[in-house]
C-alpha cells in the first residue's frame, strides 16, 4: 500500500520496501524508497519519521541534522545517489528495541507521502534473503 499525490494532474506515489522488518538488536536497517513515475526530488525536502520523531531530514540537496529527534543523531544515513531518478534508500545504524514502531518517509512540498514501514526489534526466527 502506498499514498498518492495529484501533481499538475500526474499522480505519484512513494513506495519503499520492505513493509514489515524484523532485525535483531546491532543490526542495521535498510529502506528502499521510489517516486513513481520517476521524478527528480534532488531540490525538494524530505522528512523520515518514526511515529511521530523525526529520524531524518534532507533539505534541497543536504541533510538538515538540526530537525533530528536526538536518539537518531549519528545513526542514519541517506544514499541520494538517485535522487534525479526519484530513489533514495535511508539507513537506521544499529538498532534497538527502543526503535520499534512505524516509519514514514514523505515530501512535505509534493504532499507526497509513503506507506508504513513496521519495525521490530528481537530475536530473528528467520534468514532475511535479499
Known amino acids: 500500500r502506498s499514498c498518492w499525490c495529484l501533481t499538475a494532474g500526474i499522480s505519484f506515489e512513494l513506495k519503499c520496501s520492505p513493509l514489515t522488518v524484523q532485525k535483531e538488536p546491532g543490526q542495521d536497517m535498510d529502506l528502499s524508497c521510489a517516486v513513481k513515475p520517476s521524478l527528480n526530488i534532488k531540490a525538494d ?31 542514519t544515513v541517506l544514499d541520494r545517489q538517485n535522487l534525479e531518478d526519484g530513489s533514495f534508500s535511508l539507513t537506521l545504524k544499529n538498532v534497538t528495541k527502543e526503535d520499534e514502531g512505524n516509519y514514514s518517509c514523505c515530501f512535505p512540498m509534493r504532499g507526497i507521502v509513503s506507506s508504513a514501514i513496521s519495525l521490530t526489534v528481537g530475536k530473528v526466527l528467520y534468514s532475511e534473503q535479499n
Not at 46 to 74: G, M
Open 45 to 75: 525536502s524530505l522528512e523520515c519519521k518514526r511515529d511521530d520523531d523525526i529520524v531524518h531530514v534532507y533539505r534541497s540537496r543536504w541533510d538538515d541534522p538540526s530537525s533530528q529527534h536526538q536518539k537518531f543523531k549519528n545513526r
